[in-house]
């Protein structure tokens, strides 16, 4: 019986991820998105403080590099989900009644 090489095991465990990640994203109601939403900044900012310190540790400069990519576009990540954030909240606030035109005739 052949040994299940950790590349094979990686790879069946991205593709049972991204299954149960398709199921839960749309199983959400819609009422909990702008909560998630605002979570999942939180969680990329983390993410961003992770990519900071994988690249200062790095001694190559591919390492660095790449750390520095990960660095840059966890942060479009995280500014653009707080565009989203900040746009879906303003949809639930309250508009304001135009006043009534004075003199009319």
């Known amino acids: 019986m052949d040994a299940v090489t950790p590349t094979i095991i990686n790879l069946i465990i991205f593709v049972l991820a991204i299954y149960v990640g ?16 605002a979570v999942t ?24 590099t790449f750390g520095t990519l990960a660095v840059a576009l966890a942060a479009v990540n995280v500014f653009g989900g707080f565009l ?14 135009k006043p009534a ?3 009319k005739h």
């Open 84 to 97: 989203v954030t900040r746009r879906m909240l303003e949809m639930f606030k309250k508009k304001d009644k």
């Open 22 to 37: 398709y199921h839960v994203v749309w199983t959400v109601t819609p009422a909990l998105h702008t909560p998630l939403m």
């Open 101 to 103: 035109a004075e003199g």
């Open 41 to 64: 900044n939180a969680v990329s900012a983390i993410v961003i403080v992770g990519a900071m310190l994988a690249a200062a540790l790095t001694e190559t400069t591919a390492g660095k």
